[in-house]
């Protein structure tokens, strides 16, 4: 098998540490780190999984990791990059069900970001959660006033 | 200095520190507590610089960073991300319905100068859209705007909510201001419909609209072509722009530092004419090519040396600006005093600080009388040709809310 990624409808930005993805046709953002992008970026339809494993680590400066780069593709699958991806056997799990709580979000190599409404982000979280992005339901900040510093009166003007 | 104060200007000094750096390494920080890291969170946020400082910080290998700083940031660098996306969707469909319609519009700042200097959308938070048009078509652009649902917004000092009085063929606001703002259909971002740069007493010291338009160019986003300002128009409007605020956002610094960094990307011969024209835009610049050397350490280039010279006034301005924010973390933001202290013409400066003696009583009548919000016209319905009857209900019914509220007060007081 000989995975080909998805570029059509694509806009990739290349960023030092990810990439960060575009979709066009589906209207959603995609986060890619190194591991990732580099799978992404080479899946042309020419190279066998293992073939893709050397050129993978060979552009990451890593040792070959097989599963590694079978986790990424499939991510990349899930998240609609691929146009042919990894085959899996009926009824089997994939790689990252099977590896189940050990992989936790914070070791996914994409992260789909939903182009949504940031309405839909506009409360807080968990406690510690940054603060939500500013719309006009939560107005940017202003500039920060000296201490004491009492304004003439009224809502400070959106810059 | 109180320690806030003084917390906030050592998160800001980190910052600039950080930015300084652009290769990867070790940014030599010093050890911070827990506090230190949430006001430099806090300081990047107000600055508006979380995703890029995200990205920076992904290249570095201290251990001194804690991760709960990363994660917070990686969460906003990826809102960011998706919001500024769909920011440039909403410009494209936007910018392509008025050119439709026979508007020219040029798109300015936001996912346009994202896309300019970092040739994506994920290294520069974008909060609104920023349109302009030609002066003589300004009616005609709000009409669109709001046949396609968009709806202006009240600010202070515009009077634009007042069904009369804001109406664009008012040629007292067209002639004085510079944009209407509005409130996109569903509710989640503002344009900025703009045909001038600055109101009247700044225009001096921004590039002249009416010449930006036939050195305009088309810019390719993933989404489509839209049309937006030559990047030597662009580099004055910024400076003009971060200038009247003081500079009070870091994030435009930056912008202008990217621009600045290739100056073989420039043309230095359009800049000097532009500059001769509007001595103004030029001084402007010059505070913002001052304080990007002194802040961000980028070199200024040799022409801009020669054509943006640092005169008395100027240094000036930067100096306090840098001071203020290395101090206290921000800069006042008062574009008072920043236009007092830049401006040299004395009739000027007497001419700005009279029609600023009689903006306090102007600004009370206007909030009493001219500005209608949605309270005053949840009321009563009226028909378009009775809507200046909202400028009588407006004061009847604040007359009575004040009177009801300090009887209650009082009532509660003496019970």
Known sequence: MKPLARKSGIFAENLPEEVVLYDKTHDKVHNLNKTAAAVWENSDGSKTIDELTRVVAAKAGAPEDRNLVLQALEELEDAGLMEVGVAREAGLPSRREAVGKMVMAGSALVATIVAAAPKAHASPGAPGDPPPLPTPHNPPPQPLPPIGFRPPGGVHKKH | MSEL?????????????????REGGDPRWPPAAASDWKNFAEICDNHQLAPLVYSRLQQFTASSIPSELVEYLRIRFRESCAYNYRLASKLVSLTSTLER?????????????????????????????????????????????????YEPTPTPARPQLSPYLCRPEKSRHIDRGKEIQYLSPDGDFYVDLHWQFADRFWRPF????????????????????????CREDLFLALCAHGTRHR?????????????????????????????????????????GVSLAHDLLEVPVPAEAARLLPTTDRSRAVASAIRQELLSRGFSSGDEHSTLVALEGRPVARIKYRAARIFRYPESLFRQIVAEIGPEDRGLVRLPRRLEFLYHFIRPARLILTHSLRAARTFWRTAA
């Open chain 2, 5 to 21: 104060q003084s917390s906030r200007g050592d998160a800001t000094r980190r910052l600039l520190r950080l930015l300084v750096q």
């Open chain 2, 247 to 287: 500079w009070w956002c870091l994030k435009w610094l930056l912008d202008v530092a990217e621009i600045l960094r290739t100056p073989d990307a420039l043309d230095w011969s359009r800049i000097e004419e532009m500059t001769r024209i509007r001595p103004g835009n030029g001084a402007a610049a010059s505070v």
């Open chain 2, 101 to 149: 319609e026979g508007v020219s519009v040029l798109a300015f700042k936001g996912p346009s100068l994202a896309m300019t200097l970092y040739g994506g959308f994920s290294l520069r938070q974008c909060l609104d859209l920023d349109l302009i048009v030609r002066t003589e078509q300004v009616v005609k652009a709000a009409d669109l705007m709001r046949s396609c649902g």
């Open chain 2, 206 to 229: 921004t590039p002249d609209v009416e010449e930006i338009w036939e050195r305009a160019v088309r810019q390719e986003l993933p989404q489509g072509n839209i049309l937006t300002l």
